[in-house]
């Protein structure tokens, strides 16, 4: 088992920055990617930035260039960068652990892009 607990969201206005935390516990010696997803209202979940564990990287087309992922293995965090939030980056965003076999999940954060 893996436990994921996200952390970071808000409010903030159109430009702005935030930075999520995803702090993984359990099982993480299984972990093969972990990656933030969001979910905004009415919308199916889509996939904003992954990375895997030997550190390569990938990014929804719409978020290039403005959001960071990166993962710090000493404290079993994975943390994205966000910039230059525009309003369509309001959503619920969760953290996502992969070991081949089972998807885990934390309970999401709200980001709020609005002035």
């Known amino acids: 088992q893996v436990q994921l607990v996200e952390s970071g969201g808000g409010l903030v206005q159109p430009g702005g920055s935030l930075r999520l935390s995803c702090a993984a516990s359990g099982s993480i010696f299984s972990i093969v990617v972990m990656a933030w997803y969001r979910q905004a209202p009415g919308k199916q979940r889509e996939l904003v930035a992954a990375?895997?564990?030997?550190?390569?990287?990938n990014y929804a087309d719409s978020v290039k260039g403005r959001f960071t992922i990166s993962r710090d293995n000493a404290k079993n965090t994975v943390y994205l960068q966000m910039n230059s939030l525009k309003p369509e980056d309001t959503a619920v965003y969760y953290c996502?652990?992969?070991?081949?076999?089972?998807?885990?999940w934390g309970q999401g954060t709200e980001v709020t892009v609005s002035s």
């Open positions: 996502n652990a992969n070991n081949l076999r089972v998807d885990y």
């Open positions: 990375i895997t564990r030997g550190g390569r990287v």
